[in-house]
């Protein structure tokens, strides 16, 4: 099916809801053995939030916490703090433009493990500032049993975000992600030993971080930075600046205004 743009207008959550509706029936009809599902998850559903809090209840439900009541504290959340929709759309988004294996929003919507963790991670977020925190550490708990990504639910994570394959993401609890990033599989943001107090990275706007980096201490990365794969960063890195190797040195400037949303991990001609 031809792939839907969605304009940067408007609300987002209601221009992608919009669109997994025309996505959900259109497929209904093509991919049988699947049209109940379609209907369950998104076409009897009444809004983005609603779909979205049905589906997360019943990937993280258990025996202990059942589907329909996690469905309703989900619900309560996404009442109380309407910003959480709003960037689970944006972090939507983020996928379905970042990454060339995306084909529908429903694709990611349904199965994508690294949008399913860090709307997971939202909940759990404003669970552990009202107060909520047991509940929150079970949601963090059964995030990552199910996604393989890890995230403390004090951690701050900004919106339009993309987790690509998602896998070994490690999150610390004082950490800080600006808006607009994109961290692949196998990268930590972590801290450098037992300081019980602020120990964690604070990562800029439209950052790009790839597979397998180690962001360790209370450092700071500038907006539009880019840490390559692979690398250990000790130190803070300037904006628009690229650094790889162990440890991290800089290898050049920006590839663009957003390596975010370019996903370039090729150093630029002039690197040294």
Known sequence: ??????????????????TLQKEAASLAQKEKALSSLLHTKILVQETFCRALAGHLAESLSTADLPALHLSKTIMS??????????????????????DPACKTFIQAFLYFKGFLA??????AHALYKD???LLAFHLQSRSSELYGVDINPAARIGSGIMFDHATGIV????????????ILHGVTLGGTGKESEDRHPKIGERVMIGAGAKILGNIKIGDMARIAAGSVVLKDVPSKCTVAGVPAKAVGGPCCDNPAGAMSQTFDDNSK
């Open 118 to 123: 860090l709307q997971t991670h939202r909940i």
């Open 131 to 133: 107060g909520r925190e």
């Open 1 to 18: 099916m031809a792939q839907i743009k969605i304009a940067r207008s408007g609300s987002p959550d209601v221009e992608v809801w919009e």
């Open 171 to 182: 999150i610390g609890e004082t950490a800080v992600v600006g808006d607009d990033c994109s």
């Open 77 to 98: 959340v996404y009442e109380e703090n309407p910003d959480a929709v709003e960037a689970a759309a944006r972090d939507l988004i983020a996928v379905y433009d970042r």
